[in-house]
């Protein structure tokens, strides 16, 4: 039997302008199997001046329905952005006494809409939350992170996108008005500090002059241990307030026949996506190949299509500020996607033929960003 499942499209246009740009049907089996998926945009979104569609890919400004047929699993990916990673889903899971949540149990769940930026996804007739994240202040701090840990409900982060990356603790927050995404350490008794080495390399990119939002580590205690943690600036909310639209290039790479995911994705994928969407395409391309090469620098190599993105800046689409930009714990050779047909990355010292192989001609600067990118050491001691 086919059971079809609703929901609304939110889109917040300006900070007290929020309208229902679209409505989705799944349509599912009773095995959970998914057949397709509709998605039609509302006569209010379409009448809009000046509207765009959602992506810089579509789904096209038609006043049809149109449907994506699946392979059973997948959703078009300006869904399935929207979706809770994998720790908003291990959360909820938990909830039910269970190691995992399917995609409607997900979605069902989001009661004030799932989402990040200017989208929110929400059960038919439900309006979505458009808060920053839980208001705390340096004293509150800890006791929020200790819920964390615990797996108490955070809605903030259930109801967050798979774009807030990674399955390690984390929340939405405010503090004094300014909104952080907080991200802990994993474990509590591990020599690895993800919070210092996330820091570390959001430093090095900034200190080369290329996008990446302010953070800063943190520490609070336990009643038997400590913990550190990092608060990083939200970069897809602007200074009054709006939140940006966003777009993982994961995303933009979808299969329209299935919606699955790219099986081999390369960073040559992504600069064609900066080629095609850009409005910066020769900055994006800098900046990609900044963290191409500082992902091998330090061992990366959770470097997949969603922790790349493309974010709506008042002047056009343009590649977000780096994000997950994290060494792994257990290293390993190979990467999550390729360059010039290896999953094995480039070192430094071919960093010249990597900027060529990108389209790029960066001359005397080679060296400048081999030189920041080597001083990442530094910026992981001062914080120690």
């Given at each position: 039997?086919?059971?079809?499942?609703?929901?609304?499209?939110?889109?917040?246009?300006?900070?007290?302008?929020?309208?229902?740009?679209?409505?989705?049907?799944?349509?599912?089996?009773?095995?959970?199997?998914?057949?397709?998926?509709?998605?039609?945009?509302?006569?209010?979104?379409?009448?809009?001046?000046?509207?765009?569609?959602?992506?810089?890919?579509?789904?096209?400004?038609?006043?049809?329905?149109?449907?994506?047929?699946?392979?059973?699993?997948?959703?078009?990916?300006?869904?399935?952005?929207?979706?809770?990673?994998?720790?908003?889903?291990?959360?909820?899971?938990?909830?039910?006494?269970?190691?995992?949540?399917?995609?409607?149990?997900?979605?069902?769940?989001?009661?004030?809409?799932?989402?990040?930026?200017?989208?929110?996804?929400?059960?038919?007739?439900?309006?979505?939350?458009?808060?920053?994240?839980?208001?705390?202040?340096?004293?509150?701090?800890?006791?929020?992170?200790?819920?964390?840990?615990?797996?108490?409900?955070?809605?903030?982060?259930?109801?967050?996108?798979?774009?807030?990356?990674?399955?390690?603790?984390?929340?939405?927050?405010q503090i004094n008005g300014k909104p952080y995404l907080l991200k802990l350490n994993a474990a509590v008794s591990s020599s690895y500090n993800s919070a210092i080495l996330e820091h570390a390399a959001l430093e090095t990119i900034r200190s080369s002059g290329l996008r990446?939002?302010?953070?800063?580590?943190?520490?609070?205690?336990?009643?038997?241990?400590?913990?550190?943690?990092?608060?990083?600036?939200?970069?897809?909310?602007?200074?009054?307030?709006?939140?940006?639209?966003?777009?993982?290039?994961?995303?933009?790479?979808?299969?329209?026949?299935?919606?699955?995911?790219?099986?081999?994705?390369?960073?040559?994928?992504?600069?064609?996506?900066?080629?095609?969407?850009?409005?910066?395409?020769?900055?994006?391309?800098?900046?990609?190949?900044?963290?191409?090469?500082?992902?091998?620098?330090?061992?990366?190599?959770?470097?997949?299509?969603?922790?790349?993105?493309?974010?709506?800046?008042?002047?056009?689409?343009?590649?977000?500020?780096?994000?997950?930009?994290?060494?792994?714990?257990?290293?390993?050779?190979?990467?999550?996607?390729?360059?010039?047909?290896?999953?094995?990355?480039?070192?430094?010292?071919?960093?010249?033929?990597?900027?060529?192989?990108?389209?790029?001609?960066?001359?005397?600067?080679?060296?400048?960003?081999?030189?920041?990118?080597?001083?990442?050491?530094?910026?992981?001691?001062?914080?120690?």
């Amino acid at each position: 039997m086919l059971n079809k499942h609703y929901f609304d499209l939110h889109v917040q246009l300006k900070p007290d302008l929020v309208i229902l740009a679209g409505e989705v049907s799944l349509y599912i089996k009773d095995n959970g199997r998914i057949e397709f998926i509709d998605f039609a945009y509302t006569d209010e979104y379409l009448s809009v001046d000046r509207i765009e569609p959602l992506t810089p890919a579509g789904p096209p400004l038609l006043n049809t329905t149109q449907r994506y047929m699946s392979d059973g699993r997948s959703l078009p990916g300006f869904i399935d952005d929207l979706l809770p990673d994998d720790w908003g889903k291990r959360v909820i899971a938990s909830q039910f006494n269970s190691k995992v949540a399917d995609k409607l149990l997900v979605l069902n769940q989001c009661h004030k809409g799932c989402g990040i930026g200017a989208y929110r996804l929400s059960p038919k007739g439900l309006k979505p939350n458009w808060s920053h994240g839980t208001k705390l202040d340096n004293s509150s701090i800890d006791r929020y992170s200790e819920n964390l840990i615990d797996l108490n409900i955070d809605h903030d982060i259930i109801e967050s996108s798979s774009l807030v990356g990674g399955a390690q603790p984390k929340g939405l927050i405010q503090i004094n008005g300014k909104p952080y995404l907080l991200k802990l350490n994993a474990a509590v008794s591990s020599s690895y500090n993800s919070a210092i080495l996330e820091h570390a390399a959001l430093e090095t990119i900034r200190s080369s002059g290329l996008r990446a939002p302010n953070s800063q580590v943190i520490s609070f205690k336990h009643e038997t241990y400590s913990l550190q943690g990092i608060l990083i600036e939200r970069f897809d909310i602007k200074p009054n307030g709006c939140f940006k639209p966003m777009v993982s290039i994961n995303s933009l790479l979808k299969s329209t026949y299935t919606q699955e995911d790219p099986a081999n994705g390369s960073y040559e994928d992504i600069a064609r996506c900066i080629r095609d969407y850009s409005c910066h395409p020769v900055e994006d391309l800098k900046q990609l190949f900044f963290q191409l090469l500082l992902n091998e620098a330090i061992g990366n190599t959770d470097d997949h299509l969603r922790n790349f993105a493309m974010i709506k800046e008042d002047s056009g689409w343009q590649l977000s500020p780096a994000y997950d930009v994290v060494p792994q714990e257990h290293l390993q050779a190979e990467h999550a996607i390729s360059f010039n047909k290896s999953f094995i990355l480039p070192r430094l010292e071919l960093a010249s033929d990597t900027a060529k192989k990108l389209g790029l001609t960066l001359g005397e600067e080679v060296n400048s960003i081999q030189q920041t990118i080597q001083r990442i050491d530094t910026h992981i001691n001062s914080c120690q």
